[in-house]
């Protein structure tokens, strides 16, 4: 089936460290989203990138679109404790009416 | 703005009980959704909805059941539950379906023993 993966799994890094989640489909996707999950809470939505090799950024974290529309990336510059979460990406088949999760990456920063 | 609420936040059932989710939105939003989180493996879509009056099975929909009587309602049931249904579930919701930002609700955390 339609399938998201995400890696890693887990990532603990000392606070200042960059930090990088990666996410590929079995399938092109039309959009990927990312949400972040602090611990005990609920996803919250941070980006969604439409376009062939779009890049987005917000403040310490840059977000990427492969040219295949099938990868993406976020990459988080100079982490701090405040990064701390569950890092999701979510892509959009074309005509379906379902966001695919991937298994999220778990970031754990050493302040 | 209270966007999605889930209740209960918390449950407790013994294997065979029966218990129903609510999940209500202040957004009218069209879509709505109910996915369960367990450890490693992300969120799993159980059912979802893309207007008032219909439901649709999602990658997980064994053992539980939905309605959408009402646009900001959807309800998630559990008819006998069973100790592999142990996880957290989260409600989210959309103003329509693709390229649109989900939005969750606080979720709730139910144990079957």
């Known amino acids: 089936g339609q399938q998201v993966m995400q890696i890693p799994q887990y990532q603990h890094v000392q606070e200042g460290e960059d930090f990088t989640t990666y996410c590929n489909s079995s399938?092109?996707?039309?959009?990927i989203q990312w949400y972040k999950q602090r611990p005990g809470g609920h996803p919250v939505f941070l980006i969604q990138l439409v376009k062939s090799g779009e890049v987005k950024k917000q403040k310490r974290l840059t977000f990427q679109f492969g040219e295949a529309k099938k990868n993406s990336s976020l990459h988080i510059t100079a982490t701090q404790t405040t990064d701390v979460g569950t890092y999701f990406c979510?892509?959009?088949?074309?005509?379906?009416?379902?966001?695919?999760f991937g298994s999220g990456t778990r970031l754990l920063v050493r302040p | 703005n209270a966007g999605v609420t889930q209740t209960p936040k918390f449950r407790v059932l013994k294997t065979g009980q029966s218990m129903t989710l609510l999940c209500a939105q202040d957004m009218n939003h069209e879509y709505m959704y109910w996915y369960r989180q367990d450890p490693g493996m992300g969120l799993r879509l159980i059912h979802y909805?893309?207007?008032?009056?219909?439901?649709a099975k999602g990658e997980v929909p064994d053992g539980y059941n939905v309605s959408r009587l009402k646009k900001q309602n959807f309800l998630l049931g559990l008819e006998s539950a069973a100790p592999s249904q142990t996880s957290v579930y989260f409600c989210a919701s959309s103003r329509t379906g693709t390229k649109n930002i989900q939005y969750f609700g606080a979720g709730t955390r139910l144990s079957v023993l």
């Open positions: 909805s893309v207007g008032e009056g219909t439901t």
């Open positions: 399938t092109t996707l039309s959009n």
């Open positions: 979510a892509g959009w088949m074309d005509s379906s009416y379902k966001l695919i």
